[in-house]
């Protein structure tokens, strides 16, 4: 079945660095979602891509669309405490008459004061 | 505005019994999706629902079922319940207007199966 390989798995970084983290898989995707989920908290829709190439920020974080539209990436730019969590990517493949959201594993930040 | 309610929060059934979960969008939101997270799967979508249609759907079995009512509230059921059925299941309601797409998860519904 379809999957996105999601990394890191984890990481560990000081206050103030910049993160990456990317999906990639072997399938097609439609639209990119980008997600922080907090402990005992649903998780958050942080950026939404529609368009392969299409760049999006939502203030210290930036998203992109991948131009082949099998991979995305999301990067935090200047590193504070409370971006801490699990975030996860997901992607909208409609193959079929109905479609179907594929969820990566996620990367969980810790982030060091 | 009022966010995103499900209920129960908590919920203990035993195997081969069924569940019924509900969920609350946010108010003029006509979208309601259903997700199952659990520490070995991870995140993973059931189904989505628009205006009482389903329009998308994940890869479950026909045991996970759903429905949506007239006031956009919605129901998952889960027939003859399975160990491996314990998760948190999280609704979430959402809209779109042109490009601008929002959505926001419920705290989740605790399932545990004995």
């Known amino acids: 079945g379809q999957q996105l390989n999601q990394s890191p798995q984890s990481m560990f970084i000081q206050e103030g660095e910049d993160v990456s983290m990317n999906c990639t898989s072997s399938?097609?995707?439609?639209?990119w979602l980008w997600y922080k989920q907090d402990p005992g908290e649903g998780p958050v829709l942080l950026i939404a891509?529609?368009?392969?190439?299409e760049l999006t920020s939502n203030g210290r974080l930036t998203a992109q669309f991948g131009i082949t539209r099998k991979d995305s990436f999301l990067n935090i730019s200047a590193s504070i405490p409370s971006d801490v969590g699990i975030y996860f990517c997901a992607g909208w493949n409609y193959g079929g008459s109905q479609g179907n959201l594929i969820f990566g594993k996620g990367t969980k930040l810790s982030v060091k004061p | 505005k009022a966010g995103v309610t499900q209920t129960p929060r908590y919920l203990i059934k035993t195997r081969g019994q069924q569940v019924t979960l509900s969920c609350s969008p946010i108010?003029?939101?006509?979208?309601v999706s259903w997700y199952q997270q659990t520490p070995g799967q991870g995140l993973q979508f059931l189904f989505e629902y628009f205006s009482e249609t389903q329009r998308n759907k994940g890869n479950f079995p026909g045991r996970f079922s759903g429905r949506q009512f007239s006031n956009s509230r919605s129901e998952m059921n889960v027939s003859t319940l399975e160990l491996g059925d314990s998760a948190l299941y999280l609704c979430?309601?959402?809209?779109?207007?042109?490009?601008?797409?929002?959505?926001?998860f419920g705290p989740g519904t605790r399932l545990t199966v004995t």
């Open positions: 979430a309601s959402s809209s779109q207007h042109g490009r601008v797409y929002e959505q926001y």
């Open positions: 399938s097609i995707f439609n639209t």
């Open positions: 108010s003029g939101h006509r979208s």
């Open positions: 891509l529609y368009k392969a190439g």
